[in-house]
C-alpha cells in the first residue's frame, strides 16, 4: 500500500474513533485546557483576561460532544462548580461551557460563553454578589447576573459602612472592576440610602454614579430625629467611603424647612454642609418666609441655616468623581 494511502486510512480511523467515543461516553473528567478537578488551575488574573477556567472537584462534567461540548458541570453543593476569569470567581451548582456552532471547544478559547445556575455567588475584591444565574461571554469579558441580584461591598477600612446594592439585573466587566446594575436600583451606605435606575460602580474607588432615566436620581439620609435629607439631581455620584457627593442637573437638596436648588450641588455628610451652584442658585426656608438668591449657595444642614457666599467660585473638585475611564480618555 503507499505511504500516502496508509496516512489517509490513519487519520480517517482517528476521527472515527473520536466520534465513537464521544458518542458512548456521554461523562468524561478528563481535564481540558478550560476545565480541571482538582481546581490547582486558575485562570490568569491579569487584567484584561477573558478566559474562563471551571473547576468542580468531587461533581461531574457530561457532554453529548467530547469535542464540540457543550460541558455540562454539575455538583452536590450549591457553590461546589468554581470559575475563575481575570479578577472574578464565580461559584454555583450548576455550569455550561458552550462553543460556537462547529468550532471545536478545545479550540474556541475567545469566543465561548459559559452559563450558570442554581443559585450564583460572585466575588471580586470586597464585592460579593447572590442571585439565580449568571451568563459570561469571553468575546465581551461580561458576566451578566439578568435576574434579582444582591451586592454587598465591605469598607475599605474596619469600621467603615457597608455597601449594599439591590437590582434588576448586574453586568460586571472583567477587563476593570467596574460593575453596572440597571432596573429599580437601591444602594445603602450606613444613615444614607439611594434610588435610581442605573448604578455605575467603580469598586476600587467606591464610587457610584446614579442616573435614571425616567426621573430624578434620589438620595437620602435619616437625621437623629427621624426626618429625611433628601438630594435629588438628573446624575448623583457619590464616593461612598468617604460620604461625599456631587449632584448635577436640576439639584435639589431638602433638609427640614430648608430647600436649596441649582445646577450643581458638592454635599459632605461628615462636615454637614452642602454647596449649590446656579444661574441662580435659590434657597428658601419656609419656616421665616426668607428667599436667598446667588451664584454660590452654602447649606449648613446641622444647624438649619443658609447663606450666599460672595466669591462664585465652588470650593469642591469635580475632577475625584470622575470614572477611571473618564479620566484616562480626557485629552
Known amino acids: 500500500m503507499p505511504s500516502f494511502m496508509y496516512k489517509s486510512v490513519l487519520t480517517v480511523l482517528s476521527l472515527l474513533s473520536g466520534v465513537a467515543l464521544a458518542q458512548a461516553t456521554p461523562t468524561s473528567k478528563q481535564p481540558t485546557p478550560s476545565d480541571t478537578q482538582s481546581g490547582g488551575a486558575q485562570a490568569d488574573t491579569s487584567p484584561g483576561e477573558r478566559i474562563i477556567t471551571i ?44 462553543a460556537p456552532k462547529d468550532v471545536l471547544i478545545a479550540e474556541a478559547e475567545g469566543q465561548r460563553e459559559a452559563n450558570f445556575t442554581g443559585g450564583v455567588r460572585v466575588e471580586r475584591g470586597r464585592l460579593t454578589a447572590n442571585g439565580p444565574a449568571l451568563e459570561y461571554s469571553e ?18 477600612e474596619e469600621g467603615g459602612d457597608v455597601v449594599n446594592i439591590a437590582t434588576d439585573t448586574v453586568t460586571f466587566d472583567v477587563d476593570t472592576d467596574t460593575s453596572v446594575s440597571q432596573g429599580n436600583v437601591t444602594l445603602k451606605n450606613g444613615a444614607q440610602d439611594a434610588q435610581a435606575d442605573e448604578l455605575i460602580f467603580e469598586e ?3 464610587l457610584a454614579v446614579l442616573t435614571d432615566q425616567q426621573g430624578k436620581a434620589v438620595v437620602r439620609r435619616k437625621n437623629d430625629d427621624g426626618t429625611f435629607l433628601t438630594i435629588t439631581a438628573d446624575e448623583i455620584r457619590a464616593l461612598t467611603d468617604t460620604d461625599v457627593l456631587l449632584a448635577t442637573g436640576d439639584v435639589s437638596i431638602v433638609d427640614g424647612d430648608n430647600t436649596t436648588t441649582g445646577d450643581t450641588l458638592y454635599y459632605d455628610d461628615e462636615a454637614s454642609r452642602a454647596e449649590v451652584i446656579g444661574n441662580p442658585a435659590v434657597s428658601v426656608d419656609k419656616a421665616f418666609g426668607s428667599t436667598i438668591r446667588g451664584a454660590r449657595i452654602e447649606q449648613r444642614t446641622d444647624i438649619d441655616a443658609a447663606q450666599q457666599l460672595s466669591d462664585p467660585t465652588p470650593s469642591f473638585d469635580t475632577a475625584q468623581f470622575n470614572l477611571t475611564s473618564e479620566t484616562a480618555s480626557a485629552p
Open 204 to 206: 476600587g474607588r467606591d
Open 139 to 156: 468575546a465581551t469579558g461580561r458576566g451578566v447576573m439578568p435576574q434579582k441580584t444582591a451586592i454587598v461591598v465591605q469598607p475599605a
Open 55 to 98: 473547576t468542580y472537584d468531587g461533581g461531574t462534567r457530561s457532554s453529548p460532544d467530547l469535542r464540540y461540548g457543550p460541558y455540562v458541570y454539575e455538583h452536590p453543593k450549591k457553590d461546589g462548580v468554581e470559575a475563575n476569569v481575570s479578577n472574578l470567581a464565580i461559584f454555583s451548582q450548576r455550569g455550561e461551557l458552550r
